[in-house]
């Protein structure tokens, strides 16, 4: 089976501000550091290059639907993942959906997942999983995820966080420690 990715949508907005050739600007991302919006544009160039890695995208279209809100036709994070679509090298899966057209996830995980836009992330992970591909989610600069990232990883979803160091300096400075 394929190595299967979940991208976050953030990942895709950094990598874009860092591509010179996206409209996606530098300072529309908390990742003011140029050399960091660098190692998220590496980490999708080679992403998007390795044939062995897929991208997992959803049937009815509430990943690329996210991804389309924040992202333009011409912004680097949107053409890889399309590339990633014209190859197919794409896990396909279903996503089941609340009324509100939010994932539904089991009840351990919809308590942790508070960002209803981010169950359809968890919930992409625990399909591929399903079907037997070894999937991860992908973060560059989202704290939510380390906020519940234990429940997470209890419930074999794991999270890649490419700019560790620098996610956890902003989530402590979130969560001061108390006296």
Known sequence: MAEAQVVDTNVLIVASAAD?????RPDATPVQEAALRGQVLSWVVDFEADSSRHAVLDWDWHLCGEYRNKLSEQDYGWLALMAKRDRNEVIWVGLA??????????????????????????????????????????????TDWLDCGDVLAANGVTVNHLLYEWLIEKWNAKHPPKQ
């Open 97 to 142: 959906t609340d009324t509100n057209g939010h994932a539904v996830l089991p009840q351990v995980l919809a308590d942790a997942v508070t960002d209803l836009d981010d169950r359809k992330m968890v919930a992409a992970v625990l399909a591929a999983g399903a079907e037997g591909h070894g999937c991860q989610l992908v973060n560059a600069c989202d």
């Open 20 to 24: 010179d050739g996206s409209l996606f």
